[in-house]
């Protein structure tokens, strides 16, 4: 079956870096020529905000609040997504969550809203196990 296996996060203090990984396995690229991986992240409360994705295809996107601090990139050969991230804050301290589409982002996972663009969480129907990111000040 599908799986996303994440890793890295962790502690660091405002204006560090870290990076998080996400190993897509249990599809065939085949059976599913395009897919989109985006990143979430929860803090306080039950939405998840939607930060970048990625579509298989290579082309990024990425909400304001993150642009130009974080960079979402992929390795096709071995299946992961990668975010990394830079000049962190302390409002960026969250879970992160890495979650697959298997369409391309252009087909539901990403829109243009009144806030620039928008991940929709409902399009993604599988979630790593999450990850936490602590910032301190």
């Known amino acids: 079956q599908v799986e996303l296996v994440q890793s890295g996060g962790g502690s660091v203090q405002t204006g560090g870096s870290l990076r998080l990984s996400c190993k897509a396995s249990?599809?065939?690229?085949?059976?599913?020529?395009?897919?989109?991986i985006g990143w979430f992240r929860q803090s306080a409360g039950p939405k998840r905000e939607g930060v970048a994705a990625?579509?298989?295809?290579?082309?990024?996107t990425y909400v304001d609040s993150v642009k130009g601090r974080f960079t979402i990139s992929q390795d096709n050969a071995e299946n992961i997504v990668y975010l990394e991230m830079n000049n962190l804050k302390p409002d960026d301290s969250a879970s992160y969550y890495c979650a697959l589409d298997l369409r391309s982002c252009i087909s539901g996972a990403i829109t243009y809203c009144s806030t620039g663009f928008c991940l929709h969480e409902p399009e993604f129907d599988y979630w790593g196990q999450g990850t936490q990111v602590t910032v301190s000040s």
């Open positions: 249990g599809y065939s690229k085949y059976s599913y020529p395009r897919q989109c």
């Open positions: 990625i579509d298989s295809d290579g082309t990024t």
